[in-house]
Structures are given as structure tokens and as C-alpha cells.
């Protein structure tokens, strides 16, 4: 895209301004202009105190590039190579799902049930970029933090992440509880709980579909979750799943009929049920 005067945009401002023109939101142009200049993502007051600054040559094609990408649907943590999750900054790429913001409730949620166990052992189950392991190891230095994935590709990114974040998450290739220890203190999950043939599964075409589908329901592995979990918790041990917006209460049955007591839900950020969990007790 050109100015009228047939130049290329040259300034902050007017690449913001053709970025609008594209189609992009003025959030998502903010994060890819301070990612092509090298600046943090949070120096977005910069690019309004300098809007009129001319830029390097150099910006407005690799910009204009990423906004045709984002235009097309690729995530913006995909195009500037990180998300912000739970306050750590993770790398992330089209191998691993962007981490939500709504998946911070699990992890808030999962930090409350460990309150009070000392080195608690804790499972994450289909870790993915390992945001729900990592955030909870940062959180709780003293827990035994464990993340398994079915995928290889999910993990070398999930293992990078906790090398460059110095936290000591143990990973291993598995699938779901395929292997897993005994007497865990909290298994926690963010599985693919997106049904077959939903129609939010085309925004989501660049993401992996293995971590978003599962069956004609959305529920096949939590099911599978479910029925197995009891086997590798402790007495009291808790297992959170996080779930669809209209899943919570076919989740929340499953769990009472595999026989956890205290099952509840959890909301998250816009007030929707997104969470759920129980303990597991066998003495009821």
C-alpha cells in the first residue's frame, strides 16, 4: 500500500493509518510495528510519543507483510514469535496453540488448591508451549512440576521455554496418562475440547488441530481424562480441567459419576463457566 502521493508509508503514524486501511486492529498493527522495530511489546506509548518520526526504509515491507498475514488470520503471537502468559513471556509458533488469557484462571485456580501442600506434585497433561506448567512452577519454586504432550514438536517448544525461563518443569512425550506416576497432588489439563465440525474451528485454521478437536462433542478427551485420573492422584488430590463455554455442566456430570466429591466451576474473565474440577476421595 502506497500514500497518495505514490510513496510508502514512512512514518508510525501512516503505517498505522494503512495498517487500519487493511483491516488490521490498531492493537494487533501496534504489537507488529514494535516487534519490527525491535521494540518490547509494551512500548506502545513510544510509537504514539514518536508518530511522526520517519522511519528506516527498511520497516514498511516487513510490516506490510505481517499485516497481510494477520489479515488472513495467522495469530499475532505467531507473526512477533511470543505471548505474555501469567506473566512470563513465552515463545510460541504454529507447532503449540497461543496460550489464552482465560487459562489463567486454571492456573489461579490450581495455585489455590496447592496452598497449604508442601512440594506438591503436580501433572500437566497436554502441556502444549508448557504456559499451565511453567506458570505454576514459577508460582510454587517448591513444587515437583511434571508436563507431558502426544506431540514432539509441541514439546521442543515447551522445553525451550523452560530453559530460557530457568524453571525446572520436567517434560515427557505421552499420551494423556499413558505412564504417569502415582500419588499426584493436582492434574491439571487444558485439552482440546473443540467439537468436530464446529464452525469457530475456521479462525483457528492456523493453530494446531490436534490440540483444538476432540470427537463430535468436544469430549472425547476429557473423557478419557476423567476415567483414568483417579488411578494416579492421591487421597485429596484434585483434578482441573479447563472446558468449552458451554461444556461445564457435561463436565462437571462426568466428574461426579467417576466419583470426585466437591466438583465446582470456575469462571473466567467475561464471567463464563471455563473451568472444571473436583477431589478425589476415597473415603467419601
Known sequence: MTRADGQPPSTAAQMMAAAAALGVERLDAQLLLLHVLGRASGDRAWL???????????????????????VAGEPVAYLVGE?????????????????????????????????GRTAPTVLDLGTGSGAIALAIQHARPDAQVMAVDRSAEALAVARANAQRL??????????????????????????????????????????????????????????????????????????????????????????????????QSRDDLAGIARCSGGIWRTVK
Not at 88 to 115: F, M, Y
Not at 221 to 240: C, F, Q, S
Open 166 to 263: 530457568g524453571l525446572t518443569v520436567r517434560f515427557a512425550e505421552a499420551d494423556w496418562l499413558d505412564g504417569a506416576g502415582t500419588d499426584l497432588d493436582l492434574l491439571v489439563s487444558n485439552p482440546p475440547y473443540v467439537a468436530i465440525g464446529d464452525p469457530h474451528l475456521a479462525a483457528l485454521r492456523h493453530e494446531p488441530a490436534g490440540a483444538l478437536v476432540s470427537g463430535p462433542d468436544g469430549l472425547d478427551d476429557i473423557r478419557r481424562i476423567v476415567e483414568a485420573a483417579p488411578a494416579h492422584l492421591r487421597e485429596g488430590g484434585w483434578l482441573l480441567l479447563e472446558h468449552g463455554y458451554d461444556q461445564a455442566a457435561a463436565v462437571r456430570a462426568l466428574l461426579m459419576r467417576r466419583g470426585f466429591v466437591q466438583v
Open 83 to 115: 505471548k505474555e502468559f501469567h506473566g512470563l513471556g513465552l515463545q510460541v509458533d504454529a507447532r503449540v496453540l497461543v496460550p489464552r488469557p482465560d487459562t489463567e484462571t486454571l492456573v489461579e485456580w490450581a495455585l489455590h488448591c496447592l496452598q
Open 48 to 70: 504514539v510519543a514518536h508518530d511522526t518520526d520517519i522511519l528506516d526504509g527498511a520497516v514498511w515491507p516487513v510490516f506490510d507483510a505481517l499485516c497481510t498475514r494477520r
